[in-house]
């Protein structure tokens, strides 16, 4: 059973930086692996994610050109570097990985089947 523990959350100003992690312990990382985030009062959703090589990556349109996606495979450990950051990025952000996660499924929360407790991003004005 995989389990997946996230962190590096935390408050920062509008337009600055944040680093999270999202480390997997009981197995690896096998497929896809993608960060979602769910503000208050909303649903969750996607924010990006990485095949196992690391050669393929998706984001939604929201964070597309600021948020960066990364996987040291060795560390078992996938990365979200979030630049630019802006108060409507306040959210809390979940890692997921998935056995049957593929390209064509990696955007959708119902692909994946492993998520962590979540970590707090707080963007203020």
């Known amino acids: 059973q995989v389990q997946l523990v996230e962190s590096g959350g935390g408050l920062v100003q509008a337009g600055g930086s944040l680093r999270l992690s999202c480390v997997a312990s009981g197995g690896t990382f096998r497929n896809y692996a993608g960060w979602f985030r769910q503000a208050p009062g909303k649903e969750r959703e996607f924010v990006g994610a990485i095949s196992w090589s690391g050669g393929s990556t998706r984001y939604a349109d929201s964070v597309k050109g600021r948020f960066t996606i990364s996987r040291d495979n060795a560390k078992n450990t996938v990365y979200l570097q979030m630049n630019s950051l802006k108060p409507e990025d306040t959210a809390v952000y979940y890692c997921?990985?998935?056995?049957?996660?593929?390209?064509?499924?990696?955007?959708?929360?119902?692909?994946?089947?492993?998520w962590g407790q979540g970590t707090q991003v707080t963007v203020s004005s």
């Open positions: 997921a990985a998935g056995d049957s996660t593929y390209y064509y499924n990696s955007y959708k929360s119902q692909g994946y089947n492993y």
